[in-house]
């Protein structure tokens, strides 16, 4: 099974199941050719051609240490968990996070002292998730970030602008919706799985807030949630794609008029549909709210386990922090991403124009992260009340209200583990 990095956007899954990872590792005690310790990378398999070639060829290129790079198939996350609790693991990984319960466990390494005059350079709403306690826990690799892609020609048809609010969002999908096409597609499930968050910080609410409360204890929550049982309940919404949102292939094939996907597929839309198409923020859901949309980036992090933790942090600024040839080849060769770095981004010739720069300007102006409070229980239970509200059109107070006190338990378990 092949992963993009679009997984990270999506739903995700638990970590911490003790799964086997298998004995070859890479990592070695010993040295190694004059090159200095032996140290095991870990990456999740992406999807896109040529990245794991890329990424041995980063790794081949340093010459302080012989790193090892290892391409883990198969349940990335689980595998990586397990693999931090054993002396056998990586030296270096690729980490969505790392979680909350990774840091309080002493699992990972703290990497703030490798940001010095670097820290103002890297997007500040993908950092934020990575940075507990005033201490920065795993360098940000490239940006991704999921947008709603629309065909100007049949908007315009309908007299109809691109939405701007989630009511008009409804209205439009309605007006655009035929026996041949349909007005959105958010998902095979309706959009409980991609959206996630998203409509609570259309609603300008958060999942947690800063303090560590529970962000979307408010009324604002329920109607926002209500408006998607709405485009349900229409018949709006494009259910049973051959594909589903991640992939374009429903909106580059006239199936739907908008489509909720990721910046990844910017390039595929664009070379089918030239410039008929525009992208957009989660329109606003609350008056005074900004439009949402959701950012993510995978991190480079060190295992507290590693024999060898200044030669992999030492790695890991070479890497991510001082290659920045490398770090905008990464983002930009082998798929479209934006690279962690906003001067880079600022820099990067396809993301300076057209729906590309617009992407950039949302993933600033109204991104936000999953915070790092925000567990894997509470994301479950939160998804679960999401699904129950669009497709049986559950009521969406009182399924919040059952949300707010589940969340609410688990914030209060993690405030007492890091007391």
């Known amino acids: ?93 690729e980490v969505n996070g790392p979680t909350l319960d990774q840091i309080q466990g002493g699992q990972v390494l703290d990497l703030t002292d490798l940001f010095d005059g670097a820290k103002d350079d890297f997007n500040p709403v993908v950092l934020a998730p990575k940075t507990y306690d005033g201490r ?26 691109p939405p701007t609010t989630l009511d008009e969002l409804v209205d439009t999908a309605r007006e655009l919706t035929t026996k041949k096409v349909k007005g959105l597609f958010l998902g095979n499930d309706g959009g409980s799985g991609a959206l996630g968050g998203t409509p609570l910080y259309a609603a300008g609410l958060q999942l947690v807030t800063d303090d560590g409360k529970v962000g979307f204890d408010d009324p604002a929550a329920a ?10 309940e229409d018949k709006s919404l494009l259910l049973g794609a051959p594909s589903d949102w991640s992939d374009p292939s429903a909106f580059v094939q006239g199936l739907t008029a908008m489509q909720w996907s990721g910046l990844w597929a910017l390039p595929a839309v664009k070379k089918a549909l030239g410039d008929d198409f525009g992208v957009a923020a989660f329109p606003s859901a609350a008056p005074g709210a900004k439009p949402a949309v959701p950012v993510g980036a995978y991190g480079a992090a060190v295992s507290a386990r590693s024999a060898h933790k200044q030669a992999a942090k030492d790695f890991v600024k070479w890497l991510w922090i001082e290659k920045t040839d490398y770090q905008r080849d990464f983002a930009l060769s082998y798929g479209f991403h934006i690279p962690a770095r906003l001067s880079l981004a600022k820099k990067a010739a396809p993301l300076t124009e057209g729906p590309a720069a617009d992407a950039v300007r949302f993933s600033t102006e ?38 707010v006190r589940k969340v609410s338990a688990e914030l209060d378990r993690v405030k007492k583990k890091s007391a």
């Not at 990586?80 to 002396?87: G, P, Q």
């Not at 490239?142 to 100007?152: E, S």
């Not at 999953?370 to 999401?386: F, G, H, K, M, N």
């Open 136 to 161: 920065i826990w795993s360098v940000p690799q490239v940006v991704d970030m999921q947008l709603l892609y629309y065909r100007k020609s049949l908007l315009s048809d309908a007299g109809r602008k």
């Open 366 to 403: 109204n991104g936000y992260a999953e915070p790092l409070r925000w567990t894997p229980a509470s994301r479950v239970a939160y998804q679960d009340a999401l699904s129950r509200i669009i497709k049986s059109g559950a009521n969406p107070e009182s399924e919040l209200r059952s949300v």
């Open 223 to 232: 109607v926002a949630l209500a408006h998607l049982r709405d485009l349900y």
């Open 1 to 93: 099974m092949t992963i993009s990095r679009r997984t990270l956007l999506g739903t995700g899954a638990a970590v911490g199941l003790l799964s086997a990872c298998g004995s070859n590792t890479g990592r070695d005690d010993g040295g190694s050719d004059g090159k200095g310790p032996k140290l095991s990378q870990w990456y999740h398999q992406y999807g896109e051609d040529g990245t794991e070639q890329a990424v041995k060829r980063y790794a081949d290129a340093y010459d302080k240490a012989d790193v090892s790079v290892q391409w883990r198939p198969g349940n990335y996350d689980e595998q990586t968990a397990a693999a931090l609790l054993t002396k056998s693991g990586p030296d270096v990984f």
